[in-house]
Structure formats: structure tokens, C-alpha cells
T-cell receptor, first 112, second 114 residues
Framework: DGGITQSPKYLFRKEGQNVTLSCEQNLNHDAMYWYRQDPGQGLRLIYYSQIVNDFQKGDIAEGYSVSREKKESFPLTVTSAQKNPTAFYLC???????????FGSGTQLSVL | AQSVAQPEDQVNVAEGNPLTVKCTYSVSGNPYLFWYVQYPNRGLQFLLKYITGDNLVKGSYGFEAEFNKSQTSFHLKKPSALVSDSALYFCAVRDRTGANNLFFGTGTRLTVIP
């Protein structure tokens, strides 16, 4: 089955700790995205990547980092600099900039 | 600056009745418009999009949306609601410049009452 796989489904972070959320796609899409979803705020773009070895900051990139070493993988690291990391994180991919997004099932990150 | 407004946090409709979920947008020039649906603890699923052409767009699961340029609206509609349509619906917009960001509304929770 083609699709996007996010792991883990649930993740807990201790204060001062960096954590990494995994996102893998087998759709052969060039573009990949990370969104953060908070209740009542819709989705906000953290980072996006249009092609391997290139990525751009979205609206709320502070406290996050990404890499795009392979076409199929776009991991997101939530660093200790992100003071309010509790949220539902969604990874997505698309064939092109104006094509529909395919979303993973999300990772719920909570702070211990 | 781009923005999307979904004025209703919650919409309730009886099963079998028509449903409308409202969306208005603000963007420079002509927009690309999308509707997505989210079921509990899941990612979003694409329903439909407007790029150009016919103002009435048909999508998945019997949903449709009408692009109204003068009112800057893109309301989602369905002639007959099903209980299984109960979910969170997001409208999104992107302008036609080089900017990549897809701006999402805050979502409307649709509840279809049996």
C-alpha cells in the first residue's frame, strides 16, 4: 500500500530533551511537509521540503529542525528550545506545489 | 497576506438533510482552494480542490464546493448528510505566487444527528 507512515503514534518528552518524529513515504513524492495542530488553531506549517537536501522554514520553525537526506524520509526534531511542544504533529507529502496533500496519521507529543 | 476563515466551530445537521460548511478566504489574486476532512486521531484526507475552470467542484464521498469570487467564499456542501460524515473539516488556500504555504482554517466540527 502506498502512503505516509508516521511514528511513533504517541511520544513523551522530558524537559530539556530533544525528540525526533519519523515520517516516511513510498508515494515517490518530491515535496514533504510538517504541520503542527493545536485545538482551535487549525494547522500551522513548521517546515517543508520541495526536493532532497533542501528544506525551508514555515511559519513556526523556531525550536524545530529537519533533514531531507532521502526522498522518502523527512524526520522532525523537536528541540529543547521549543517551550510548548505539546501538540499533534502531522507529516504530509505531495507530487507538486499545487497538488493535494497526503497526510500521515499523526504523532501526539506530550511533555512529562 | 493569505488567510482563511471558517466562521462556525460547530455545525449540527440531521441525517438526510443538506449540509453546508462555510469558508471565506483572503488572498492576492486568484486562489487555489482545498477542503480536507479529519476523523478522530487521524491525519487529514483530501476531499476536493478548486484550481481553475468550473466554479462548482465535485469531490469525494458526494461532497461538492462552489467557488464564489465576488464573495471570496468556497463553501462545502452535500445534498444529504450521513452519520458517517461526522468529522472535522478544514478549508485551505494557497495563492499563485511563489509562496509555498498552504493556509488552513481553524476547522469546523460537523455532527450529523441520526
Amino acid at each position: 500500500d502506498g502512503g505516509i507512515t508516521q511514528s511513533p503514534k504517541y511520544l513523551f518528552r522530558k524537559e530539556g530533551q530533544n525528540v525526533t518524529l519519523s515520517c516516511e513515504q513510498n508515494l515517490n513524492h518530491d515535496a514533504m511537509y510538517w504541520y503542527r495542530q493545536d485545538p482551535g488553531q487549525g494547522l500551522r506549517l513548521i517546515y517543508y521540503s520541495q526536493i532532497v537536501n533542501d528544506f525551508q522554514k514555515g511559519d513556526i520553525a523556531e525550536g524545530y529542525s529537519v533533514s531531507r537526506e532521502k526522498k522518502e524520509s523527512f524526520p522532525l526534531t523537536v528541540t529543547s528550545a521549543q517551550k510548548n511542544p505539546t501538540a499533534f504533529y502531522l507529516c504530509a507529502s505531495s507530487e507538486g506545489r499545487n497538488e493535494k496533500l497526503f497526510f500521515g496519521s499523526g504523532t501526539q507529543l506530550s511533555v512529562l | 497576506a493569505q488567510s482563511v476563515a471558517q466562521p462556525e466551530d460547530q455545525v449540527n445537521v440531521a441525517e438526510g438533510n443538506p449540509l453546508t460548511v462555510k469558508c471565506t478566504y483572503s488572498v492576492s489574486g486568484n486562489p487555489y482552494l482545498f477542503w480536507y476532512v479529519q476523523y478522530p486521531n487521524r491525519g487529514l484526507q483530501f476531499l476536493l480542490k478548486y484550481i481553475t475552470g468550473d466554479n462548482l467542484v465535485k469531490g469525494s464521498y458526494g461532497f461538492e464546493a462552489e467557488f464564489n469570487k465576488s464573495q471570496t467564499s468556497f463553501h462545502l456542501k452535500k445534498p444529504s448528510a450521513l452519520v458517517s460524515d461526522s468529522a472535522l473539516y478544514f478549508c485551505a488556500v494557497r495563492d499563485r505566487t511563489g509562496a509555498n504555504n498552504l493556509f488552513f482554517g481553524t476547522g469546523t466540527r460537523l455532527t450529523v444527528i441520526p
